[in-house]
């Protein structure tokens, strides 16, 4: 066929180092930007075969999130804006792993498992990030997509969930929005302004947030989002991307890991900062109180704000919708306890990992996931979302119920729900401080973390420890979770878990207790029972007192 002619052509433009060995994981592929120019052109095949299959745009971002500049990655999007399914992630690693005599072989057994009609049209938007190495290897998947004859649009420099919202756009017929960049600013902007408009007496100050761009495309874009804002945000943007490196000292998994705020950007007492990571798709918030003592505000705050404010106007409006706020097992005790005993929001726990939050969430009327990280969104399912707008409509209603189906409303509106996205999320976060009258400290004390304490643990072999009850609990090795249980029974509001690395041959142990130094040792005795029953390699741990 003189398409695998075209195909065989231009691979030989974009070979393969032998023997490099790379898995699609949660966040698709991520390693060293020289060892992915084969990748990139191979996920262009991919993705133009996955649109085959399912008669519908697919999206390729070029990115590798928070990582150090000099990496990169690509991910898939699949129709409704959500990641890639799984069985097309395995395809993933199949052919980027095939040697280069191999490649036809492995892209004709996809074609042939799937099915996959390829006289049918085969339509690809990609998008990539600020990082040196994107516009070379987005090149490459543009070769990829042609070379099978797929039909490509390059969006240029967005955020990631710029192009998740752009796909959905696209495969909805535009009843999501209009799938541009610019559709995405005007949906966002107007919904923002509606729900403000709903706050009395904002003042410059309550108005005037800091923004940390982690010099990345989400500096960008906040940049070119601002005319739509029509002053109702007022922005001081930081690591805008003009001097410094991306994610360098800077950016939301920074602040996160290093408990301080990013490199060129001095707190005020009591002042609303927060930082994006390099794709934009994760937000932390954080301040400094009257003591120069440093809060950070990261996922579990935002799942409770979001979710509460939610379920509020679920009460006012008279709607019986079922809220659920989904978790890992790592959200901070205390968040889950305020959301069930305070608030009597259901919440529920799902293994580590986006895309299984995402897929939990989506079994309720309105679903709440965010990470730790701050990585997360808001989904509302159909029949919610037809619910509040008919209310909305309803002219026989009293004025309480319509201003709580209005605000509603707006907020769907400006959620973007195919993918955690910080400037999406950050617009949200602001509109329910404002409609609320709520200061930064006055949001971070509804309740306090419990001190808790990450260990990483090297082990031989990290498959011999598994888990269930969402990683909650080890199966194996015998005898483990016994002891995990003996330990946490000698502390006060006392929890851990262990779980295997995705990654690396290390368990990952999580502790926490109702003071730091006891949240300390349990995790420091928790990793030495790890090393003594799950195969330790090296140094035992040691005391961290």
């Given at each position: 066929?003189a398409?695998f002619?075209k195909?065989?052509?231009k691979?030989a ?13 949660t ?15 191979r ?8 649109s ?17 500049e000099?990496?990169n990655g ?39 498992k799937?099915?996959v009609?390829?006289?049918q ?7 990539r990030?600020?990082?040196p190495?994107?516009?070379?290897l987005?090149q ?8 099978l ?5 390059d ?5 990631t969930?710029?192009l ?6 696209q495969?909805?017929?535009?009843r ?7 559709g995405?600013y ?14 009395p007496?904002?003042?410059?100050d ?12 989400g500096?960008?874009?906040l940049?070119?989002?601002?005319q ?12 805008d ?11 939301a ?8 705020p990013?490199?060129g ?22 301040y ?8 950070l505000?990261?996922?579990?705050k ?30 901070n005790?205390?968040?889950t ?9 259901q ?16 079994e309720?009327?309105?679903g709440?996931y ?8 808001v ?5 919610a979302?037809?619910?509040i ?8 209603i009293?004025d ?6 209005k ?7 400006l959620?973007?729900?195919?993918v955690?996205?910080a ?31 990450q260990?990483?643990?090297?082990v031989?072999?990290r498959?011999?420890i598994?888990?269930?009850d969402?990683?909650r ?9 016994d002891?995990?249980?003996?330990l ?33 040792t ?8 790890v ?11 040691k005391?961290?007192?």
């Open positions: 066929m398409q002619e195909v065989s052509k691979s433009l974009h070979p393969k180092p032998a023997g490099l060995v790379l898995q699609y994981g966040a698709g592929f991520r390693t060293s930007a020289q060892q992915l120019d084969h990748i990139m052109f996920m262009g095949l991919l993705a133009t075969l996955r085959r299959k399912t008669k519908s745009t697919i999206g390729v971002m070029v990115t590798a999130s928070h990582n150090p000099e990496d690509v991910k898939l999007i699949d129709p409704m804006g959500e990641m890639v399914s799984a069985a097309w992630e395995e395809y993933a690693t199949q052919l980027a792993n095939a040697e280069q005599e191999g490649l036809l072989k492995a892209l004709k057994d996809i074609i042939e799937e099915a009609d390829m006289n049209e085969g339509y690809v938007v990609m998008g990030d600020t990082r190495s994107s516009g070379k987005s490459a998947v543009f070769d990829g997509v042609t070379s004859g797929g039909k490509c649009h969006y240029g420099l967005v955020t969930p710029q998740h919202f752009v796909v959905c756009c495969n909805t017929q535009g999501y929005g209009t799938g541009t960049v610019e995405y005007q949906k966002l902007a107007q919904a923002f302004i509606q729900l403000t408009k709903q706050a007496n904002r003042t410059d309550q108005k005037h947030i800091k923004v940390d761009g982690a010099n990345g495309i500096a960008l874009k940049k070119e989002m601002e739509f804002l029509q002053k109702e945000l007022q922005i001081s943007l930081y690591n991307g003009s001097c410094g490196k991306l994610n360098y000292q800077c950016g998994d920074y602040v996160k890991v290093q408990q301080k990013p490199h950007l001095q707190l005020t007492v009591g002042e609303r900062s927060c930082s994006f990571d390099g794709d934009a798709d994760r937000i932390i918030y954080y400094v109180d009257a003591a120069k003592c440093f809060h505000l990261d996922g579990d935002i799942a409770m704000l979001i979710s509460t404010f939610l379920k509020a106007l679920l009460v006012q409006a008279g709607l019986d919708l079922e809220i659920a706020v989904v978790q890992t097992a790592y959200a005790g205390s968040s306890r305020y959301l069930e005993e305070t608030m009597k929001v919440v529920h726990c799902a293994k580590t990992g986006v895309k299984h939050l995402h897929h939990k969430a989506q309720f009327d309105i709440v965010f990470e730790a990280n701050g990585h997360g969104t989904l509302f399912s159909k029949a979302e037809e619910k707008r008919q209310l909305a409509l309803d002219q026989n009293n309480e119920k319509k201003r709580a189906a605000l509603l409303e707006n907020t769907v509106n959620i973007n729900q195919t955690g996205d400037i999406s999320d950050m617009l949200v976060i602001e509109a329910i401080l404002a409609l609320k009258g709520m200061s930064v400290q006055q949001w971070d004390a509804m309740y306090t973390d419990l001190p808790n304490r260990l990483k643990v090297k031989i072999d498959r011999v598994e888990t269930t969402a990683e609990r080890a199966v194996t090795p015998a005898g483990l979770q002891a995990i249980d003996a946490v029974g000698n502390y006060s509001l006392a929890r851990a878990f262990v779980r295997p690395s995705g990654t690396e041959d290390v368990v990952r142990v999580y502790a926490e207790a109702d003071t730091q130094e006891n949240a300390d349990l995790a420091y005795e928790v990793s030495l029972e090393y003594k029953l799950a195969g330790g390699a090296g140094d035992e741990p005391p961290l007192h």
